[in-house]
């Protein structure tokens, strides 16, 4: 199906799925490509850098970064990739997830006239989402997620391809994630309101991502078609 530039935001709880069902929509949508600010930072910590080990001071606190340095990540990030062009096709997952974010998103993006079109809220109940984290394990280097429940790994505790520990991020810890969601969901309305004044705004509900994502890739295809 061709399909309209798709300049998309999924906004969702941590755990809520988003990297799980953007995957799942890259490959259904040829044209769409993808950018996770929680990579980005991932990358930024395990190298080190400045803005990662700023980054790592926040999470362990259960904090989230200034809108001011998470925006200037962002479009560092766009700007290399060649994405800030009115043609181009994108999901960001991750962000933005505070008003500052959101205001300075469009700053950025206003003067390529290349703006969000379209933002989708995934639904999914607070309970399902801390079942999911304290069943979630990840390989550190790779970045390879499994779930204890639905994606076990083939040896317990050990990383299918290399054979290393698995482990938990400090930003899954519970005491850690807790504040994460609080903080998620206290600015997740305001959020709302403002792309809901910009008509762009849309939710798709459910426990797994076999339930969302036939919604949220119906809701793409019409929205964008030609």
């Not at 560092?76 to 999901?91: D, H, I, P, V």
């Not at 810890?173 to 504040?179: A, Q, S, T, V, Y």
Request: hydrophobic share 35%; glycine share 6%.
């Amino acid at each position: 199906m061709s399909l309209r530039p798709i300049r998309i935001v999924l906004l969702g709880a941590p755990g809520s799925g988003k990297g799980t069902l953007t995957t799942r929509l890259l490959k259904n949508v040829s044209q769409l490509n993808s950018l996770s600010t929680g990579d980005i930072l991932r990358r930024e910590m395990q190298q080190n850098s400045e803005i990662g080990i700023t980054a790592k001071n926040y999470i362990k606190s259960g904090q989230l970064l200034p809108d001011h340095l998470m925006a200037q990540l962002l479009n560092n990030e766009l700007s290399k990739l060649g994405w800030l062009s009115n043609e181009s096709s994108w999901l960001l997952d991750g962000f933005p997830r505070t008003i500052g974010q959101a205001l300075e998103l469009d700053k950025n993006l206003d003067p390529f006239n290349c703006n969000v079109n379209s933002v989708v809220e995934l639904d999914v109940p607070p309970e399902v989402i801390l079942e999911r984290i304290e069943n979630r394990w990840v390989h550190i280097p790779s970045g390879r997620v499994y779930n204890l429940q639905y994606n076990p790994p083939k040896v317990p505790g050990k990383d299918d391809i290399t054979g290393e520990p698995l482990s938990k991020r400090d930003d899954d810890k519970p005491e850690i994630f807790k504040l994460r969601l609080d903080s998620y969901f206290k600015e997740l309305e305001p959020l709302k309101e403002y792309y809901s004044k910009k008509n762009i705004l849309r939710t798709v509900s459910g426990e797994t991502s076999d339930i969302v994502f036939p919604k949220l890739l119906d809701l793409v295809q019409q929205e964008f078609k030609k």
